[in-house]
């Protein structure tokens, strides 16, 4: 569950916004509009106001490292900070690659050789071992082609069946009618839901 | 002191000859640096007779109130040098302030040390002692300080999305910016290290050269060298220390977040 109430962040907001457990929300809107701010202010990545909750507590009362771990967010480009794909995950072995259409063998992989779809899954890969309650996904699927995009839609539908709340960014209408139970549009900082999908 | 060959201004106008045939070969090879090779060394000259006959009223006038006054003049030349040497500089009062802190703390900590229980002159402030030993301290300090942070907030900068990326899977703000802190350190102290290694065999620094030139025995200039740049090498490891930790604190803050937002690009 997450519970956004009143929030805001340079143009964007006031937001308010509740995500049911297990529920999917879509959001759509021109580049420029907020969509990566409206996420990262969720996070807490950047300065914002408001009120933000999930089941765990209210931001406010958490500290913004356990804040992040349990409101994960997959940004549009991952960020690398070893030369070792492993480097970056905490149970390297454990880390289920194939079941993204990605090598096992990828975790004794340099972090400069990877294409940029196989970012995007590892990076959401090593999101998923903190077991977060809410996933904020940035444009997930853009560097991916159709048959790693269905992979990657299975292994998340996996996240929410376990009751993980989704924020998720898509200029893709097609997928936001695939895996959506809500769908809202960016624009002029406010959120307005689009008709039922 | 009675080897000592007092120079005659005539002796030193001889010894720019070569200073003022480097110009006319750029003249003559166009390199272009005739101009900024004259400026230089205008400034030098008149810089340097102008801080000889300040140095020797101080001295003669022996005021601690006088001396103190100018060594915070020193200090803030110095804090503005540091700002002004960084490519990307933090907003506001903190631009200046972090930097010029860590160096005043530290150089002044370690300069009243060397003269109150090292030096010992009498008394403690004299000018003879006080500003030559704060200048050369308070020049290293600020040379490793501007390179850690320009080092520093180059890093941060160039890999905010590496260091995000470790804040969104939970890492404490000192934790993702780690090996940038460290980097930054290194830079600092980088000039200390090298020129501990080199000095004697590559290098006689300037200091000791001039007390031996003066007529002091060599066994004597060595001592007040080492003690030198013990001060110099310490004074700069604490200053870098504080100035990068400093400045990464103001380059995020309490929720965790890095701050670039704070930071302003020059040049």
Redesign the interface.
Known sequence: MLEIEALSRLQIGPINLRVANGEVIAITGPSGSGKSLLLRAI?????NEGQVKTQSGARAAL????W??KV??L?A?????AEHVAD?FQLPDLADTPSLGISPEAMGWEVIRLSSGERQRL?FL??L??EPEVLLLDEPTAPLDAENTLLFEARLKRCIAKGVSVIIVTHDRAQANRIADRHFELADGKLIEAAHV | MSEYVQLSYFDIALASVFLLLNGVLSLWLRLGIARSLAFAMVRMVVQLLLVGMLLKSLFAIQSPWLTLLVALFMASFAAREIWARQERRLKGWRGLAIGGSAMAASVGMVALVALIVLVQPAPWWSPRYALPLLGMIMGNAMTGISLSLDTLHTALNR??????????????KWR?MR?FLRQAMRAGMMPSINGMAAVGVVSLPGMMTGQILSGVDPNEAVKYQLLVMFLIAGATGLAVVLATLGSAKALS?D?????LDRLRKHR
């Open positions: 996070a807490d990545l950047d300065p500290p913004a490292p356990e992040r771990r994960a967010y940004p480009e991952s960020g690398w900070w970056h990076a090593r999101l071992e903190h | 890999e905010q999305r590496a260091i995000e990326a470790q804040l969104i899977l939970g890492a404490n993702a090996p803050d929720r965790d977040r890095l701050r």
